[in-house]
């Protein structure tokens, strides 16, 4: 059964307990420790873990009072605020497939639904984990955050916020953030981590970049010495870490599945575009260490690799390049594993922050670009399932429309922001990406 079939099969099941209900908001969950912050998927914002709860039951770290409303909420027919973005896909015209069908279909089982159903507000250990012990990072990505990334933290330490239109907090003086070592919460996530692990299916390691925190590197050397056979590994990197580093994590994976000490091992990075405009987005991104490094493990081991394409106001003109890019790969590197693709790809689009939105962008002018992009998925047979999740994308912007206040708001924004982001970075955004010129200077004058 095909991904879009079995979401086809599913969905009308756990539609049965409410058209709202999402497995995920029980059973998936991402931890940031190093801010004591968690969510149930990357579209709600994140909350606070309650440290003091923690003591007495580290689950916590998912189970929290927040998550445990909005569960009762799902199960009564109500829509959380901070999943919006799946009720945008599903309110679309025309039959699209959310991020929770997709979630639903990936989770469901009989058991598991049913458990839910008949206590919703017990504790769950979940059966998918993303953890982040800490920001250390080397990139500093234009729409992350200083809590993600320590290098982002740095510059802004530095320089002081972004001046924005209105006081988006880009400041760090209301950040808390835990150093690894001597951080309660990654105390909890491993006094948590021999009950949970018994249970769980899919653990993720995200940052920061994660391939420069301890903890990350015990974790490992832990599944060596304390298997988990029945575990999927995952990590996220930006493949921007020294190529021997890359070396080292090919070894640690080879040698941890080779004896079966782990059922499944992925790894997961961010590109948006390809080019300068990739390396102009993702501060820190050097193409030529990256795609060495993507080359270390593509060659020496034999897993998959997915490609998180955040889709923002400065992929969409040069989109396409970074798709012939995946075509050349996809034939370089499937081999004698073209029965199953090793390089994958999403699309999720970005809400936040307004000025990287880009339904800022005139749609006479711009929606041309999506529409090749698009075209040139479906001419060179990329799997349904992509072409839709990039179709929803490209309806997502066709079908959207701001008042004009939001969009002057967000216009001024966009130029005052890279404005100073090419101050502070030594980039030139003009340069980089000469279509957006013309929407540069009408943005200048919106901001005046």
């Not at 950040?175 to 951080?183: C, D, G, Q, V």
């Not at 249970?199 to 993720?204: E, G, K, S, V």
């Not at 925190?213 to 995952?234: C, F, G, M, V």
């Amino acid at each position: 059964m095909n991904e879009i079939s079995r979401i086809q099969k599913i969905i009308p099941i756990v539609n049965e307990v409410s058209p709202t209900f999402c497995l995920a908001k029980w059973h998936h969950t991402t931890i940031y420790l190093q801010s004591g912050q968690t969510h149930s998927c990357y579209h709600p914002r994140p909350h606070a873990i309650p440290l003091d709860l923690l003591a007495q039951d580290p689950s916590v770290l998912h189970n929290t009072p927040g998550k445990r409303q909005e569960r009762q909420m799902m199960v009564d027919g109500k829509r959380p605020n901070g999943c919006q973005y799946c009720w945008n896909i599903e309110d679309l015209p025309g039959d699209h497939v959310s991020d929770r069908h997709e979630r639903n279909a990936s989770i469901y089982i009989p058991e598991r639904l049913g458990a839910i159903v008949k206590d919703p507000l017990a504790p769950v250990n979940p059966e998918y984990i993303e953890i982040s012990f800490g920001n250390e990072c080397n990139f500093k990505c234009g729409y992350c955050h200083p809590k993600h990334s320590s290098a982002y933290y740095k510059e802004i330490k530095d320089f002081g916020p972004y001046t924005m239109v209105k006081n988006h907090r880009n400041d760090i003086d209301y950040l808390h953030l835990y150093e690894e070592e001597t951080n309660p919460y990654v105390d909890a996530w491993w006094a948590w981590w021999p009950e949970v692990s018994k249970t769980l299916n899919i653990l993720r390691i995200t940052g920061g970049e994660p391939l420069l925190q301890q903890s990350t590197w015990r974790l490992l050397d832990d599944l060596y010495i304390n298997p988990k056979p029945n575990l999927e590994l995952n990590i996220n990197s930006n493949l921007g870490i020294k190529p021997v580093m890359m070396e080292r994590l090919v070894t640690k994976v080879n040698a941890l599945l080779n004896e079966n000490k782990i059922k499944h091992f992925k790894l997961f990075t961010s590109i948006d575009t390809w080019g300068a405009p990739a390396e102009y987005i993702r501060t820190g991104l050097d193409l030529t260490v990256w795609e060495k490094n993507l080359d270390t493990y593509l060659t020496k081991t034999k897993q998959p690799i997915t490609f998180m394409c955040t889709f923002n106001i400065l992929t969409v003109t040069n989109f396409s390049s970074l798709l012939v890019k995946i075509k050349q790969w996809r034939k370089k590197y499937n081999g004698w594993f073209s029965r199953k693709q090793r390089i994958r790809f999403d699309t999720p689009y970005l809400k936040e922050p307004l000025q990287y939105d880009m339904n800022l962008l005139p749609k006479e002018q711009f929606m041309p670009y999506m529409e090749i992009s698009l075209e040139y998925m479906r001419r060179n047979k990329f799997s349904t399932l992509e072409c839709e999740k990039f179709s929803r994308v490209v309806e997502y912007m066709r079908n959207t429309n701001y008042d004009q206040n939001k969009i002057d708001e967000g216009r001024a924004d966009f130029y005052k922001w890279f404005t100073e982001y090419d101050r502070r970075r030594n980039t030139s955004f003009e340069n980089t990406f000469p279509e957006l010129a013309e929407f540069y200077h009408n943005c200048a004058k919106v901001s005046a």
